[in-house]
């Protein structure tokens, strides 16, 4: 017998064994997959409610055939999937509850190697952080983008469009009827968002981190190739196993430096942030704000992908894919780290990493912006930081002093900003409380708040805005987010008042509000809390347990793993 933790069901000789195997049997598996092979555990995110992963159960055949092939035997299951666009009140609500589900569902199941299937924002970072948990050999097959959005004889992007529609819609520049149409042109085919949004940002940083096979990331979702990569995934997962690669001697603090650096050259999300430090805290690798600033905000931009650029991810597929951009990065990143592979970067891109579209992937040298990473500000306004993300930004504002406009919730928000009567220029700071982790509940992306309409008539495309809010990896503008600690438990950012002037300054690093402190003192012994209306169920457990933005948002009892020994029997 096999010394595979599987056995520890399927090889019992006793009645425990019985039990274990016999209701499998009820699907038709032959007794010798039993014998003690590799069980691989493909952990699927699929659903019909989150449309970027609807195509993952045709990807999971593939993975199987794979496995199979090996000599495994593969077990697909299901956990939660959260999908960005219908969940209310926020996706990002659920990624802890997703990771327990991930998490409780290797450990608990008879499976020695894992492979999760990955796509729409949340399901890539929600998976990684419950496996990491259980530290099995894993793998990742990214479901892949859709196919670019193309609208009368241009190309569109997954929810950047959506934002410049939304405004030409408020301005007149576009009527109900195109409005209607664009809606399919953009997503037209399986796959997540085929800008370098969240989606496609988690799927370089799986790459980046080693934890998919070399190339994974751009390949549509909907490629002929996707299948054959998840099908050599399917392969390489039950090699890993017998090899006992897992996941704790790939995700080293090495591979998340690279990952750091990598995000910063592809010009990805600011969600980044908050992901990655939520993986490192479970594998116990000590990540801090301070570190992707100092560890990517000086590495160029080299993908022209919207929201910074112009192209999408098919496009950024057809020039190379992360191997090119990983290639030109080769002296800044850790190329010596392991990865799914067995081999280091080095030895997976050797033969892969020529750009064919200079215009798409730029060289190190002449890169198309020379520092793109995201900055972390400081200052009496964040003092345990906020983000923002320059490459998105307009240069103009990035040193900034301007009157506050406050909104104390996103209701408020939305009832006057529109309002002519509001006192607002395109001068002033847009200042948006109580959507951080703690307020919303959840943390929504609702950071990259719309202009007001009397300003957007005016030809004003982007003012400084201020939140504890997140925004979507697609969209664009100088956007402050993720102030720490939130205003919602009392930071700085509670005391903001209309008429407030607050200064912000990229290239220093700094967010500050310009209220002497005595004032600010004496707001703060103002200050009241609000009771939380979250008094049950598994917003209650949010509320009381999440970390700050600055810790990943993880809940304070998740950080760190507890292995993948389980010792009692279910019977
Ligand atoms: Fe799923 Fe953008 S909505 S990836
Ligand atoms: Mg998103």
Known sequence: ???????????????????????????????????????????????????????????????????????????????????????????????????????????????????????????????????????????????????????????????????????????????????????????????????????????????????????????????????????????????????????????????????????????GSTNFIIHLT??????????????????????????????????????????????????????????DAITVTGKTHAENIQDTCTCYNADVIYPYKQPLIAEAGIAVLKGNLAENGAVIKPSAATPALMQHRGRAVVFETIEDYHARIDDPALDIDETCVMVLKNVGPVGYPGMPEVGNMALPKKLLDKGVTDMVRISDGRMSGTAYGTVVLHVSPESAIGGTLALVENGDFIELDVAGRRLHLDVPEQELQQRKACWQQTETPYDRGYASLYVRHVLQADKGADFDFLTGHSGAEVSRDSH
């Open 278 to 335: 939520a993986i490192a805290g479970r594998v116990g690798v000590d990540l801090h704000l301070e570190d992707f600033d100092r560890l990517g905000s000086h590495v160029p931009l080299l993908l022209n992908l919207m929201p910074s650029g112009k192209y999408l991810m098919e496009d950024f597929y057809y020039a190379g894919g992360l191997p090119v951009i990983i290639n030109e990065l080769r002296d800044q990143l850790h190329m």
């Open 1 to 267: 017998m096999s010394t595979f933790r599987s056995a520890d069901w399927f090889g019992k000789k006793d009645k425990m064994g019985f039990i274990y195997r016999s209701w499998m049997k009820n699907q038709g598996f032959p007794e010798d997959l039993f014998d003690g092979r590799p069980v691989i555990g493909i952990c699927n995110t699929w659903s019909e409610l989150t449309p970027c992963n609807a195509h993952l159960r045709d990807i999971a055949a593939a993975v199987k055939r794979g496995v199979y092939e090996a000599g495994g035997f593969p077990v697909e299951f299901p956990i939660m999937s959260l999908g960005e666009t219908l969940l209310k009140p926020t996706a990002m609500l659920f990624r802890n509850l997703a990771s327990m589900d991930a998490e409780e569902s290797i450990r608990g199941n008879p499976v020695d190697g894992v492979v999760l299937l990955t796509g729409c924002d949340k399901t890539t970072p929600s998976t990684l952080m419950g496996a990491a948990s259980v530290d099995l050999p894993t793998i990742v097959v990214p479901g892949g983008p859709m196919l670019n959005g193309r609208f009368q004889g241009q190309q569109i992007g997954s929810g950047t469009h959506v934002w410049k529609f939304a405004d030409d819609m408020k301005t007149g520049k576009m009527t109900p009827k195109d409005y209607l149409f664009a809606e399919s042109c953009m997503s037209r085919s399986a796959g997540h968002c085929m800008t370098m949004g969240t989606a496609s940002t988690m799927a370089c940083m799986v790459e980046a981190l080693g934890m998919s096979l070399s190339g994974a990331a751009a390949i549509p979702a909907v490629d002929s190739r996707k299948k054959v990569l998840a099908h050599l995934s399917g392969r390489r997962i039950v090699e890993m196993v017998k090899e006992d690669l897992k996941m704790s001697k790939i995700l080293t603090r090495a591979a998340f430096e690279n990952a750091i650096r990598v995000n910063a050259a592809v010009g």
